[in-house]
């Protein structure tokens, strides 16, 4: 059964940075899509950034330059490092994976996801 547990979450001050884990067990496929979402109470789900087994990635705009996303495969791993904390980024972050290729165009798009990790929420503060 395929699982994701997401951790490295917490609270930073404005302009500080954090790296997210998200352990995968059960998604051994040659082909893969993962991404990180993240929400906000009251406010729909937001995508972050996407990766999957082709290399392609995709950021959200708000985020580009101030976040990667990248994968150890060997340790089955997800990262998502995030630099240059701003309020706005406060959320609860969660891990997200298909365990099949997504059309590039499609990868930041909530619903081809199907397997979700509990969340780790981030906090950023002055």
């Known amino acids: 059964q395929s699982q994701l547990v997401e951790s490295g979450g917490g609270s930073v001050q404005i302009?500080?940075?954090?790296?997210l884990s998200c352990a995968t067990s059960g998604i051994t496929d040659r082909l893969w899509s993962m991404a990180w979402f993240r929400q906000v109470p009251g406010k729909k789900r937001e995508?972050?950034?996407?990766?999957?087994?082709?290399?392609?990635?995709?950021?959200?705009?708000?985020?580009?330059?101030?976040?990667?996303?990248?994968?150890d495969n060997a340790k089955n791993i997800l990262y998502l490092e995030m630099n240059n904390l701003k309020p706005e980024d406060t959320a609860m972050y969660y891990c997200a994976a298909r365990r099949s290729l997504i059309v590039p165009v499609q990868q930041m798009s909530e619903g081809l996801y199907n397997i979700?990790?509990?969340?780790t929420q981030v906090t950023v503060s002055s």
């Open 15 to 19: 302009g500080g940075s954090l790296r």
């Open 47 to 71: 995508a972050v950034a996407a990766i999957d087994s082709r290399d392609i990635i995709k950021y959200a705009d708000s985020v580009k330059g101030r976040f990667t996303i990248s994968k």
């Open 116 to 119: 979700w990790g509990q969340g």
